[in-house]
C-alpha cells in the first residue's frame, strides 16, 4: 500500500493542474500578507497617546464651544476627558488590563455621544435587513474579546493583538469569512480527477495487488497529501508577509463564541490554540467528505466536469434553505453544508444568524461524520452492485 502511495503522490504532484493549485494559492497568500493584510482597518483601532491626546482636545473645543447651553454634551464631553486620561495613564505605564478597561469604557460613551439610541453604521454593511442585531452581535463579539484581553499576560497584548493584526489572528478571521469555502473548493479541484485519470487504464488498475477499496483510500491519502502540503506552504506565505510587521500572536490570544438564548444571548471565550484546533478538525471531516463524495460521483458517473459543477454547488448548497431566525423553530439548520462556514459556527455567528444554540463545534463534528458514513456506505454499495453486473 505505501508503495501504491507513492505512485499516486508522484502522480498528483505532477499534475499540471495541481502545480497550477498550489502556486496559486502560495503566491495568493503572499500577495495577501503583503498588501491586503496591512490594509485591514478594525471597527475599533488601538488608541495611541496621540489619538488619545486629540480625543481630549476634541473634547475641550466641544466644552468651550458649548458651555452651559447642552448640559448632555457639556456632562458627556468631561466623562470623556476623565476615562481618556485614565486611559491615558495606563498606557503610558502599559498598564494594559486598566487601559483596556478605560478602552471599553470610552467606546461606549462615544459610540452613545455620536449615536445616541441609533443604530452604529460601522457594525453593518449597506442593506442588512437586521442592522440592530448585527451590531447587538458584533459589539458582544468585540466586548467579549477586549474582556477576554484583561486576564492574559501583559507580555502577549500588543496593539497588533487589539486590532486583530498577528498571523493567528489573521488566519482567525479569514476562516470567519470566505476562506472555508476556498479550501474546500480546493479539495474539490484536486479531487475531481483522482478517479477519472484511470479511464481507460482499468486494466492497469486491476492488476495492483490492492482491493479497489483500498486503491480508492490510497487515493484520498495522496489528494489530502497535496491539501495539507498547499495549506502549510499558504500558511509560510502569510507567516512571512505578516510576522515581521505585526507578529506571530499567542495561543492564549481569547476567541468569543456566541450562544443564543431568549434573552439576548451570551458568550464564552476560547484560547485562540483551542479555536483554531477546533477549527483544523471541521476542515478536515469537510476534506474527507468532499474528497469522498467526489469519489463517489466518478465512480457513478466518470465526468470531471460533473463531479466540478457538483463538487461546487454542494459547497453553496446552505443559500437553498437558509432563512434567518429559523433555527429556533426548525432543526433544517443541522444539515450538513450549514457547517460549511467553519469560522461562523465556531464563532457563533452562525447561532446568531439562525437563533440556534446547537450549531455548535460538537454538532459539527457529529452531523459531518455522519454524512461521511453515508458516502462511504454508498461508495461500498456501488463497488459491490458493479461486482455483481459483471
Known amino acids: 500500500m505505501y508503495a501504491h502511495f507513492i505512485l499516486e503522490w508522484k502522480l498528483f504532484s505532477r499534475n499540471l493542474k495541481n502545480q497550477l493549485l498550489f502556486l496559486l494559492f502560495f503566491f495568493g497568500a503572499l500577495y495577501y500578507g503583503l498588501f491586503v493584510a496591512p490594509d485591514y482597518t478594525p471597527v475599533e483601532t488601538f488608541a495611541d497617546e496621540e489619538a488619545i491626546t486629540q480625543r481630549i482636545e476634541e473634547q475641550r473645543y466641544l466644552i468651550d464651544t458649548y458651555g452651559t447651553d447642552r448640559p ?9 476627558i476623565e476615562v481618556s486620561q485614565t486611559q491615558l495613564n495606563a498606557l503610558e505605564e502599559q498598564d494594559w488590563p486598566t487601559y483596556l478597561s478605560q478602552t471599553l469604557n470610552v467606546q461606549n460613551q462615544i459610540r452613545f455621544a455620536r449615536y445616541g439610541q441609533s443604530i452604529d453604521p460601522r457594525y453593518f454593511s449597506f442593506g442588512e435587513r437586521y442592522p440592530q442585531e448585527e451590531e447587538r452581535f458584533w459589539v458582544g ?5 477586549y474582556e477576554g484581553y484583561i486576564n492574559m499576560e501583559s507580555k502577549n497584548i500588543t496593539p497588533a493583538v487589539i486590532e486583530e493584526r498577528t498571523v493567528l489572528q489573521t488566519i482567525q478571521r479569514l476562516l470567519v469569512g470566505e476562506l472555508p469555502f476556498i479550501l474546500i473548493g480546493l479539495v474539490v479541484l484536486f479531487s475531481v480527477d ?11 488498475v486491476n492488476a495492483i495487488p490492492l482491493s479497489f477499496v483500498k486503491v480508492l483510500w490510497v487515493k484520498t491519502a495522496a ?20 510576522m515581521p510587521r505585526y507578529g506571530m500572536g499567542a495561543l492564549s490570544i481569547p476567541v468569543p463564541t456566541y450562544g443564543f438564548n431568549l434573552d439576548g444571548g451570551f458568550f464564552v471565550r476560547y484560547p485562540m490554540g483551542i479555536w483554531l484546533g477546533q477549527a483544523l478538525t471541521l476542515f478536515v471531516l469537510c476534506a474527507l467528505l468532499f474528497n469522498r463524495g467526489v469519489t463517489l460521483l466518478s465512480l457513478l458517473f466518470n465526468q470531471e466536469m460533473l463531479n466540478l459543477v457538483l463538487g461546487i454547488s454542494v459547497i453553496f448548497s446552505e443559500t437553498l434553505y437558509y432563512s434567518r431566525g429559523i433555527g429556533y423553530f426548525s432543526s433544517i439548520g443541522l444539515l450538513p453544508p450549514t457547517f460549511f462556514s467553519i469560522g461562523s459556527v465556531l464563532i457563533g455567528y452562525h447561532n446568531h444568524l439562525y437563533n440556534a444554540l446547537i450549531l455548535t463545534y460538537n454538532t459539527a463534528v457529529l452531523i459531518i461524520s455522519i454524512a461521511i458514513i453515508v458516502i462511504e456506505i454508498m461508495i461500498f454499495s456501488t463497488l459491490k452492485l458493479s461486482e455483481i453486473t459483471k
Open 141 to 145: 463579539y468585540k466586548n467579549s474579546r
Open 194 to 204: 483522482s478517479i477519472t485519470k484511470n479511464k481507460g487504464h482499468f486494466t492497469i
Open 223 to 242: 489528494v489530502l497529501m497535496g491539501v495539507t502540503v498547499t495549506i502549510i506552504a499558504a500558511t509560510l506565505a502569510l507567516v512571512l508577509a505578516i
Open 72 to 80: 448632555r454634551t457639556l456632562a458627556s464631553a468631561q466623562s470623556i
